[in-house]
T-cell receptor
Framework: DAGVTQSPTHLIKTRGQQVTLRCSPKSGHDTVSWYQQALGQGPQFIFQYYEEEERQRGNFPDRFSGHQFPNYSSELNVNALLLGDSALYLC???FGVGSVDTQYFGPGTRLTVL | GQQLNQSPQSMFIQEGEDVSMNCTSSSIFNTWLWYKQDPGEGPVLLIALYKAGELTSNGRLTAQFGTTRKDSFLNISASIPSDVGIYFCAGTTGNTPLVFGKGTRLSVIA
C-alpha cells in the first residue's frame, strides 16, 4: 500500500516563474492538505481540499492556488515566484476533513527559487 | 503565520539519557500532536492527545496534554541513535488547521 507520494522531489525556479507541485494521497484517503515548511521552521498550513473544493485556507496570498481531481490527487500552483517561496512543500492526506490528527505526510517537494 | 513556542530548539544528549521537550500556546487546543521528522521525509505522527491532563505512551515515548490546554510535553526515555531527528508539536481545536511549533532538533551522541 503506497503512502502519500509527491512529485517532483526537487526543483529549481527563478523569480517570477510559475510552478506546479503534485500529490497522490494514501489509498483510501479523500482529503488533501498542503503545507509550506521553510528552513528551520515547522510546517505552515496553506489549504485543504475535499470533494474537489478548497475547504480551509491558511494565511497565504492568492498566488498560491490548488486543485483536487476526481481521483483525490491534488496540485499546488504558485505564481509569480518570490525568493521567499523557497521551502519544502508537504502534502498530507486523510479520510474526511476533520481528521487532521490522522494525516499522513508525503516526503515533500523541495522548491528553490533563485 | 502562528507557530507554537517549542523548547528547547536543539539538544545534544548521550545515548541512554532521557529527553524532555515542551510546547506552549497562547490559544487553547482540543488536540495536541507530536511528530518526528527525519531528513528528506515528511513528519510522522508519534502520539496524539485529546483530553486535558491525558498522559499517553508509545514505547519509550510519553506525552502529556497540559491541564491548561495551552501546553504539552514529550519525554523520551533511554535515548538511542535512531531517536535523532526533529520533533514537532502541533495543536488544533478540531475544526481548525494544525498549528506547528518550530521543532526541537535532537542529536544523540553514542
Amino acid at each position: 500500500d503506497a503512502g502519500v507520494t509527491q512529485s517532483p522531489t526537487h526543483l529549481i525556479k527563478t523569480r517570477g516563474q510559475q510552478v506546479t507541485l503534485r500529490c497522490s494521497p494514501k489509498s483510501g484517503h479523500d482529503t488533501v492538505s498542503w503545507y509550506q515548511q521553510a528552513l528551520g521552521q515547522g510546517p505552515q498550513f496553506i489549504f485543504q481540499y475535499y470533494e474537489e473544493e478548497e475547504r480551509q485556507r491558511g494565511n497565504f496570498p492568492d498566488r498560491f492556488s490548488g486543485h483536487q481531481f476526481p481521483n483525490y490527487s491534488s496540485e499546488l500552483n504558485v505564481n509569480a515566484l518570490l525568493l521567499g517561496d523557497s521551502a519544502l512543500y508537504l502534502c498530507a492526506s486523510s479520510f474526511g476533513v476533520g481528521s487532521v490528527d490522522t494525516q499522513y505526510f508525503g516526503p515533500g517537494t523541495r522548491l528553490t527559487v533563485l | 503565520g502562528q507557530q507554537l513556542n517549542q523548547s528547547p530548539q536543539s539538544m545534544f544528549i548521550q545515548e541512554g539519557e532521557d529527553v524532555s521537550m515542551n510546547c506552549t500556546s497562547s490559544s487553547i487546543f482540543n488536540t495536541w500532536l507530536w511528530y518526528k521528522q527525519d531528513p528528506g521525509e515528511g513528519p510522522v505522527l508519534l502520539i496524539a492527545l485529546y483530553k486535558a491532563g491525558e498522559l499517553t505512551s508509545n514505547g519509550r515515548l510519553t506525552a502529556q496534554f497540559g491541564t491548561t490546554r495551552k501546553d504539552s510535553f514529550l519525554n523520551i526515555s533511554a535515548s538511542i541513535p535512531s531517536d535523532v531527528g526533529i520533533y514537532f508539536c502541533a495543536g488544533t481545536t478540531g475544526n481548525t488547521p494544525l498549528v506547528f511549533g518550530k521543532g526541537t532538533r535532537l542529536s544523540v551522541i553514542a
